[in-house]
């Protein structure tokens, strides 16, 4: 059988979240072939299938955009949701 899956991660150290860091994996039987790192801006492939895919993704602006904005409208919103309730708590 074939398995697909599909984690994105936010990731951060500093308090004021400046150092928020989005991390979009798709994966194929537990490989990652294609990867957005928001850090890096843009899809990179890892496997043949995965370099093909990151081309189609980088030259769609639309998807790129989207992507990038997760930062913003995901990370970042839902680490200040979860750092009042959690961290800020004495």
Do not use: P
Request: proline share 0%.
């Amino acid at each position: 059988g074939y398995f697909y899956s599909r984690w994105t991660k936010c990731i951060h150290s500093s308090r004021d979240l400046s150092d928020m860091v989005y991390i979009d994996n798709y994966i194929f039987n537990k490989d990652v072939y294609i990867q957005f790192n928001s850090t890096v801006g843009e899809y990179v492939g890892y496997t043949k299938h995965g370099v093909y895919n990151a081309e189609l993704q980088n030259n769609n602006t639309g998807q790129l955009q989207s992507e990038r904005a997760q930062v913003e409208r995901y990370c970042k919103h839902n680490a200040k949701i979860r750092q009042a309730a959690i961290a800020d708590k004495s």
